[in-house]
């Protein structure tokens, strides 16, 4: 038996580019105080457990109610849990309540000069003795 073995080699050439991405949310306000309601930690899915918090947070002079929930493992403690939650019940009421500022920053730098190799994913069917045919990966880099 034979064994033949085909490979299409496909390259191009790229050019080096490097992006970045800046989001930033500022909320243009602040909580002023905040009171526990009702907290319960109970058990969920198989390992797991659920902290459910209800708060409520003052803004401006004014109480303003919120409800979260935070799912963990056994590797996070039930007090870390619960603060992400009430985190998240205060993130709540600012999203509603107080106003957000959104600033974005994206910046593309190609350097036009410098070719970046580039690489290419060939999977060809091979035909291999007492074994049958097997479908192989094939990485081709550009040098």
Do not use: H
Not at 51 to 77: A, H, T
Request: net charge positive; proline share 3%.
């Amino acid at each position: 038996m034979r064994v033949i073995i085909c490979a299409l080699l496909l390259t191009s050439n790229a050019i080096a580019c490097d992006y970045k991405s800046n989001d930033k949310v500022v909320f243009k306000g602040n909580i002023e105080s905040v009171r526990l309601i009702d907290k319960k930690v109970y058990p969920y899915v198989d390992d797991t457990r659920i902290c459910s918090i209800e708060i409520e947070s003052r803004i401006e002079g004014e109480w303003y109610p919120s409800k979260s929930k935070y799912i963990f493992g056994s590797e996070m403690s039930e007090d870390t849990a619960c603060s992400l939650a009430e985190n998240r019940a205060k993130v709540k009421v600012m999203r509603k309540i107080i106003p957000e500022t959104l600033t974005s920053e994206r910046n593309l730098k190609c350097d036009l000069t410098t070719v970046r190799n580039s690489c290419k994913i060939i999977y060809m069917n091979v035909e291999m003795p007492m074994v049958g045919t097997q479908r192989v990966k094939l990485k081709t880099c550009e040098e």
